[in-house]
């Protein structure tokens, strides 16, 4: 095995980056005479085709934190992460059904114009605040430290903080377009995402093959791995009993078996694919049919997803188990990816490494992305110049992209953060979940009960954020670490745990409930209340193609690996 790249790896790198890198300068220059007006910038202009939706959604939303965060928990749980992934196909169907219809009827750019629209300007301020710390301080670091940790593993080098420098400026050069340019130059990353992932997959599990003398068959491969890891290839794992294992209970705080299905992974889900500006923001522009086949086009892709990001984790799970991944005994699960890279043959490492180059910057060019639209919209138009011409805006979104990606780099460079520790995988969804709660409780109310009132979202995005730091820090403390509520379980540090999605689901429930006895005691039907008609929610036959053959799927996945 070598990480050393040869002439061929990096021609084929340097091919990609100039695809993409030119492809972004064409269509930047092709479209210069709008790209100062803000919605060009930030939203495309409704430009954007269906394809190039569901192929953006997806090369921001695969990133490091996939490749290396959830290839590293299927080296330690197995396929059951991918419950991410397949339950995310079917919340892309709840976010185009009933989601994307009332954003697009109310004429809604940003996350925070949603909540000032529907509720008022200090929810939105609120929660503007909220987002700009959780995509920087979280998203962004996270992103940037599995990235350059990825591909430093793959080089072989000790270039660290130079690689991580690297991916943001390219990131950067990529932003400076706007969202027609990320949305466009997403179609390569995608496409190179899915050939150079596939390709490593299909190479990883032929060397499964001929390490136990089964010739160069991938299918043989993938045999092989379900025969010598069956405890990985379980979608639910049980509560763990009196005596079990150390690693038996640590799965378990990661994925609670099917009390994680009562409320916590659609929580995760919906608010991240239906709340979340770095993702919906690509849908804002265009019309409902073409947001609607867009976000089910992304549904659709999210079922292969697992196929690239946490199969080659069981492949380096099983190899390391069978003496031929040495340098993972002891170290962290996040070096599973790098490790199977090692293996592949040259050309290819420069093609997974362009694969996982194109996930890292297209994730970091759409947060960026996002994180200036908040800023820019929701915070310097609205509170610090209100008269700023359109031209100004942009360029004050354009700093504000540099600003967020410095801070980025300064957060991540020592891993202030501490993601080494947690796993980029879990990091990434237990400190999202700390808002998540009472996000989508605030969402979800304000767009579907009209009785919801300014003073409950205040109250829901407040108490969910508390109640998240309460049952994920002291409830087994100060209630005890067994209650009707919960059971929590003493972590690897000897600490009383809650698994966290049992806590965003509890977390959800109460927030619920004090957002609806609050609205209660207000009127009847809250002034700002969406005035919702039964036809916004019809579908197209073509819709409801696309619907049954992702859950078709999706059920077969289930019934096999259940």
């Given at each position: 095995m070598s990480n050393k790249l040869t002439l061929a790896d990096y021609l084929v790198f340097i091919i990609y980056f100039i695809l993409v890198a030119s492809y972004g300068y064409w269509i930047y220059s092709k479209k210069r005479r709008v790209v100062a007006d803000t919605k060009d910038y930030f939203l495309a202009e409704g430009s954007l085709t269906w394809w190039a939706i569901g192929a953006s959604l997806i090369a921001s939303n695969i990133s490091a934190e996939q490749f290396i965060g959830m290839s590293g928990e299927g080296f330690f749980v197995g396929i059951a992460v991918a419950v991410y992934e397949w339950i995310a196909a079917v919340a892309l169907i709840i976010v185009a059904i009933w989601f994307i219809p009332v954003y697009l009827k109310n004429h809604i750019y940003t996350m925070p114009q949603f909540l000032k629209?529907?509720?008022?300007?200090?929810?939105?301020?609120?929660?503007?605040?909220?987002?700009?710390?959780?995509?920087?301080f979280i998203n962004l670091t996270s992103i940037l430290y599995l990235g350059a940790l990825a591909i430093n593993g793959l080089v072989g080098g000790q270039s660290f903080h130079l690689v991580m420098i690297g991916l943001a400026v390219f990131a950067i050069f990529i932003t400076l377009g706007g969202m027609k340019v990320i949305g466009y130059t997403d179609v390569i990353q995608v496409t190179v995402l899915l050939i150079g992932g596939l390709a490593t997959?299909?190479?990883?599990?032929?060397?499964?093959?001929?390490?136990?003398?089964?010739?160069?068959?991938?299918?043989?491969?993938?045999?092989?791995?379900?025969?010598?890891?069956?405890?990985?290839?379980?979608?639910?794992?049980?509560?763990?009993?009196?005596?079990?294992?150390?690693?038996?209970?640590?799965?378990?705080?990661?994925?609670?078996?099917?009390?994680?299905?009562?409320?916590?992974?659609?929580?995760?889900?919906?608010?991240?694919?239906?709340?979340?500006?770095?993702?919906?923001?690509?849908?804002?522009?265009?019309?409902?049919q073409t947001a609607r086949t867009g976000i089910l086009f992304a549904g659709?892709?999210?079922?292969?997803?697992?196929?690239?990001?946490?199969?080659?984790g069981i492949v380096a799970y099983v190899l390391y188990k069978n003496g031929h991944l040495p340098e993972l005994a002891g170290g962290s699960?996040?070096?599973?990816?790098?490790?199977?890279?090692?293996?592949?043959?040259?050309?290819?490492?420069?093609?997974?490494?362009?694969?996982?180059?194109?996930?890292?910057?297209?994730?970091?060019?759409?947060?960026?992305?996002?994180?200036?639209?908040?800023?820019?919209?929701?915070?310097?138009?609205?509170?610090l110049h209100r008269n700023a011409s359109e031209k100004q805006l942009v360029w004050v979104g354009r700093f504000f992209i540099v600003f967020a990606m410095v801070v980025g780099i300064i957060f991540t460079w020592?891993?202030?953060?501490?993601?080494?520790?947690?796993?980029?995988?879990?990091?990434?969804?237990?400190?999202?979940?700390?808002?998540?709660?009472?996000?989508?409780?605030?969402?979800?109310?304000?767009?579907?009960?009209?009785?919801?009132?300014?003073?409950?979202?205040?109250?829901?995005?407040?108490?969910?954020?508390?109640?998240?730091?309460?049952?994920?820090?002291?409830?087994?403390?100060?209630?005890?670490?067994?209650?009707?509520?919960?059971?929590?379980?003493?972590?690897?540090?000897?600490?009383?745990?809650?698994?966290?999605?049992?806590?965003?689901?509890?977390?959800?429930?109460f927030t619920v409930l004090l957002m609806v006895v609050i609205s209660l005691a207000g009127e009847k039907v809250n002034t700002k209340a969406f005035v919702l008609d039964s036809h916004l929610f019809r579908l197209q036959s073509s819709t409801v193609v696309m619907m049954v053959f992702t859950l078709l799927i999706l059920s077969a996945l289930y019934i096999k690996f259940w």
């Open positions: 629209t529907r509720y008022n300007h200090t929810v939105a301020l609120i929660m503007a605040v909220f987002w700009l710390f959780l995509y920087i997959t299909y190479m990883a599990l032929t060397m499964v093959s001929e390490k136990f003398g089964l010739g160069s068959s991938a299918i043989a491969g993938f045999t092989t791995l379900m025969k010598f890891a069956p405890d990985h290839f379980h979608m639910i794992f049980d509560k763990p009993s009196a005596g079990a294992s150390q690693e038996s209970i640590n799965k378990y705080l990661i994925l609670p078996g099917i009390t994680m299905y009562y409320a916590g992974v659609w929580i995760n889900n919906l608010n991240y694919w239906g709340c979340n500006q770095y993702i919906i923001q690509r849908a804002l522009g265009a019309d409902l659709f892709l999210k079922l292969l997803m697992p196929v690239i990001v946490m199969l080659p699960k996040d070096g599973a990816y790098s490790a199977i890279l090692g293996f592949l043959p040259n050309g290819l490492k420069g093609l997974s490494l362009a694969a996982l180059t194109a996930a890292i910057v297209a994730s970091l060019a759409g947060k960026a992305n996002s994180i200036s639209t908040i800023f820019t919209l929701d915070i310097y138009k609205e509170y020592d891993d202030w953060m501490g993601i080494s520790s947690e796993g980029g995988y879990t990091f990434i969804n237990k400190y999202t979940g700390y808002i998540s709660p009472g996000v989508f409780a605030t969402f979800l109310l304000g767009m579907f009960w009209q009785r919801t009132s300014g003073a409950a979202a205040i109250a829901g995005i407040l108490s969910g954020f508390i109640l998240s730091i309460f049952f994920g820090q002291f409830a087994p403390n100060v209630l005890g670490p067994e209650t009707w509520l919960y059971t929590a379980f003493r972590n690897s540090n000897n600490v009383y745990e809650i698994p966290f999605f049992i806590c965003m689901g509890w977390s959800f429930f």
